[in-house]
């Protein structure tokens, strides 16, 4: 069965623009969570979406935001982009309280 | 919120066995899981506690104590692929799961 999938994987981006990364959960999961991760860090939550609501966000500022569709795919926007948004973005999808499985992220470099 | 601590960095030889501790605090504790991450690579799930004891699932084993607010992971007959970070997670009840900072396992011959 086909597993998680983020595209674009590598991102370049100008300080002050917006992206938005899309994430395609495995079929039958309904819950996706994004995720930054930069070098050395570790995993930090941006925010979890159930059936199209959000049911859980991290503490990031509001220029982070995303959805669910029907369909339980998901995008992540990011508008006014800084240097320190540089980063992998992670999106995992998961079903009741087996862990989660990530997609292969996307890579995002602000310049 | 929720904090967690595992250490930074642990160095083991092959063949040898690893234990990577992980403390927590957190309210609505659900359970405990384990990922590994290999340098460009996504986290891979490896384990899942949510009750008190051990869970083995082949050369790797996972313990959980609530009561402590504590749990490690074993790596046991180690080999050089098992060169990663490692990071402990804790879910909650409203279903958010919050990640250590990792801990860079190193596996020398």
């Known amino acids: 069965k086909a597993g998680v999938t983020q595209t674009p994987r590598y991102l370049i981006k100008t300080r002050g623009q917006q992206v938005t990364l899309s994430c395609s959960p495995i079929?039958?999961?309904?819950?996706v969570s994004w995720y930054q991760q930069t070098p050395g860090q570790g995993l930090q939550f941006l925010f979890e979406y159930f059936s199209e609501t959000q049911r859980n966000k991290g503490n990031f500022p509001g220029r982070f935001s995303g959805r669910q569709f029907s369909n339980s795919r998901s995008e992540m926007n990011v508008s006014t982009l800084e240097l320190g948004d540089s980063a992998l973005y992670l999106c995992?999808?998961?079903?009741?309280?087996?862990?989660?499985?990530f997609g292969s992220g996307t890579r995002l470099t602000v310049v | 919120g929720q904090s967690l601590e595992q250490p930074s960095e642990v160095t083991a030889v092959e063949g040898a066995i690893v234990q990577i501790n992980c403390t927590y605090q957190t309210s609505g504790f659900y359970g405990l899981s384990w990922y590994q991450q290999h340098d460009g690579g996504a986290p891979t799930f490896l384990s899942y506690n949510a009750l008190d004891g051990l869970e083995e699932t082949g050369r790797f084993s996972s313990f959980l104590s609530r009561s402590d607010s504590y749990g490690y992971l074993l790596l046991q007959e180690l080999q050089m692929k098992d060169s990663a970070s490692y990071f402990c997670a804790v879910r909650t009840n409203a279903g958010k799961s919050t990640f250590g900072d990792g801990t860079t396992l190193t596996v020398k011959p």
């Open positions: 995992a999808s998961s079903v009741g309280t087996d862990g989660y499985t």
């Open positions: 079929s039958g999961h309904r819950s």
